[in-house]
């Protein structure tokens, strides 16, 4: 949505800074319609996601430093020569591109909202987006009432989680929220999950929102929960998915735990990336394969434990 | 097919040499019914394509030596431990799999087989499965031509291309193929293009009989062909893929240059695997991203000569 948009405005070059994933869109869109792009990403972003905005053809910039460097470096970037920029949160456009995910989820489900949504949050704009998409379902009559939001976040990069709670705190005390005077404070994100680590969510106050006015909640999840989610989604679902998606799986065996599940409710999960953009994950849950010689018998001590255990 | 063909079998254990992306799918297929599975790669296979495998619950055994290596000694495992054995091309029901993609490409063109199919050929299991799916597609009525095949290969990995060459000769001598009396010799294959690389193609005479029964071709292109085709595939289509798929794009460059395409024909390129699944082949065509430290200076210092050339 942002980048037909930045046509329209007449921009020669677009420019965002991602942990991968929203730029490699970008890139891929842009070298469709032969337009400039210039992509920040934290010096850290995995591999495969730097392999696919150079295949696209992006002009990629590796800056010393997270996320959240990468992001303001960009917004001095765009306004210093003029080109549009593409930021999450910060370019209204990408919510409007994230709340389609709503329209897809009702449409998939036979023109229905579920009962609940569990989102993975960074920036807040895909949970905000939903929730746009959701309440404009519901204005044009097309649902008649709206699913519970839940917030997936890794416990470094909670910045989200945390102000839901005190807004909590503020509507237990009989207040009423006053979202202008919601602040967001700042955290120091460090999580496999690289898509989510974020300092200071850029569409953090909407996040909020989107929880709070859904009346649904804020969950975390350690890094370790997310590395062993990996897995299990993949063997259980067939899907393999990168750490940032595994997190609304971790936080659906929370509720689960916390007896919170009702087994009648339809829940729509979110997975947002595939698993081959960050292999660390995988790679820190599961045992190395076994490096052996060409022959029958290497093979056989190799598996000595596997054949017993599988002959049973 | 040949998983749920090893339940029927009443199998324990189902086992495989891969260069990756076969066994993925069966480690996959595998984790859904419970059935243990074993692996075998080589040493080399891409980080990627290891943890997908290990994701899913494989046990992966990483050969010191080739795909030829591992297949061979996947064959004698299976042997001594009563597994079944999946290795594309010994396996019958493999082919029985890859001609369900004629089915497919089939239906897409809206009930009509193309004139020509541009097919990635490593053991040769693909291009002889799309063989046999088109035939029976002729034999059951449902279309009145069949397409010509073009094996695509690596220049390294082309005892296919040079086996096709080898009966073109014979039958240019007026005598007609003898298909039992087929030799196909092996090579030292060395190339980028990591899911083709391929000694012994173990399905090499079906794939043979695939190209010369169609009246199709062989062409081989260079690893600077499959690496320059990734990024050309990208832009152009939008589609990221490994260098063993960017091969039928480097081939259908080739059948341009040649003179030999015909622009009113309709032509169907298979790209069978993801670009994030061998990252190398990006990593050897784009220069690597610029790092810098997050400031606007530094910023403005490495993006010179692109703001030069977009503000234009």
Chains 1, 2 share one sequence.
Do not use: H
């Amino acid at each position: 949505v942002a980048r037909p948009r930045a046509r329209e405005a007449g921009a020669r070059v677009i420019a965002a800074a991602t942990t991968g994933n929203a730029g490699t869109s970008l890139a891929c869109l842009a070298a469709s319609v032969g337009m400039p792009c210039v992509v920040l990403v934290p010096a850290s972003a995995p591999e495969a996601k730097l392999s696919q905005l150079l295949a696209y053809g992006a002009q990629v910039l590796a800056v010393k430093g997270n996320y959240d460097a990468a992001y303001d470096l960009c917004v001095e970037l765009c306004r210093r020569l003029g080109w549009v920029n593409r930021n999450t949160g910060l370019n209204p456009f990408t919510r409007e591109g994230k709340k389609t995910c709503s329209f897809e989820i009702w449409e998939q489900l036979g023109r229905q909202a579920p009962d609940r949504i569990v989102v993975p949050v960074g920036d807040g704009n895909i949970i905000s987006g939903i929730w746009k998409g959701m309440t404009e379902l519901r204005a044009l009559g097309l649902v008649d009432r709206l699913p519970r939001l839940v917030c997936a976040q890794a416990a470094s990069s909670d910045a989200v989680s945390r102000a839901v709670r005190a807004v909590r705190g503020i509507q237990a005390s009989g207040a009423p929220p006053t979202w202008a005077d919601v602040r967001i404070e700042p955290v120091q994100a460090d999580t496999i999950a690289d898509s989510l680590a974020v300092d200071r969510p850029r569409d953090g106050l909407a996040a909020v929102r989107a929880v709070i006015e859904s009346r649904g909640e804020a969950l975390t999840v350690t890094d370790g929960e997310i590395v062993a989610a990996v897995a299990e989604v993949a063997t259980t679902t067939g899907l393999f998915v990168e750490p940032a998606a595994a997190v609304t799986w971790a936080c659906l065996k929370r509720l689960a735990r916390n007896g919170t599940l009702d087994p009648a409710e339809r829940l729509v999960l979110i997975l947002t990336g595939s698993g081959l953009k960050n292999v660390a994950a995988v790679r820190a849950a599961a045992p190395p394969p076994t490096v052996i010689e060409p022959t029958l018998p290497a093979a056989l001590a190799a598996l000595q434990g596997f054949t017993r255990s599988a002959q049973k």
